[in-house]
């Protein structure tokens, strides 16, 4: 029996513990500034550079990448390009499309179904899924990217991935407008 207690409770406090991490909404930064238009921000030349974290918070490889953005009308491309300290590179093609509403859908090859962006005062949270290469296959992982445009040529990423609900990871990265 007491066996059971330590269970039940142990699954409360992993459901609180959980359901705190996720608390922040988009709008929490409704009003704040500099303002982001996404079709202002992403567009020409930018460069990002960022780390990527494993679950207990270790950093475990850098990066740097080159993003060539535009806009045609509601439609825009984000064209970017990755090089990582082991000398991996990645190519990865967005293309964003804002919504009558003021949200945004996007797509990109190893996105898996569309993601889903909303904007608030110098926030643009994006959700999507991810399909990584591991091992000999691939994973799927819950990518939630949060970022703050914090002037007008510099913006904050902050990404965590998450599997089976679980944060099994971090990127962090500064992308700046040339």
Request: net charge positive; proline share 2%; aromatic share 10%.
């Amino acid at each position: 029996m007491r066996r059971l207690y330590v269970l039940l409770w142990a699954g409360l406090i992993m459901t609180l513990f959980l359901a705190g991490c996720s608390s922040v909404k988009v709008s929490d930064y409704e009003g704040l500034s500099p303002k982001i238009v996404p079709e202002e921000f992403f567009n020409g030349q930018l460069t990002a550079s960022g780390v990527v974290k494993n679950r207990a918070g270790k950093v475990i490889r850098y990066f740097n990448a080159d993003i060539k953005a535009s806009w045609q009308g509601a439609v825009g491309t984000l064209d970017e390009n990755f090089v990582f300290d082991d000398g991996e590179r990645q190519r990865r093609v967005w293309k964003l499309i804002r919504q009558d509403d003021g949200t945004y859908l996007g797509t990109a090859g190893d996105v898996v179904g569309e993601a889903k962006g909303e904007i608030a005062g110098n926030s643009m949270f994006l959700k999507y899924v991810l399909e990584v290469p591991y091992k000999d296959g691939t994973i799927n992982l819950a990518i939630d990217d949060r970022m703050y445009l914090v002037n007008p040529t510099t913006l904050i990423n902050e990404s965590e991935m998450r599997k089976f609900g679980l944060c099994i990871g971090q990127i962090i990265l500064v992308i700046r407008k040339r």
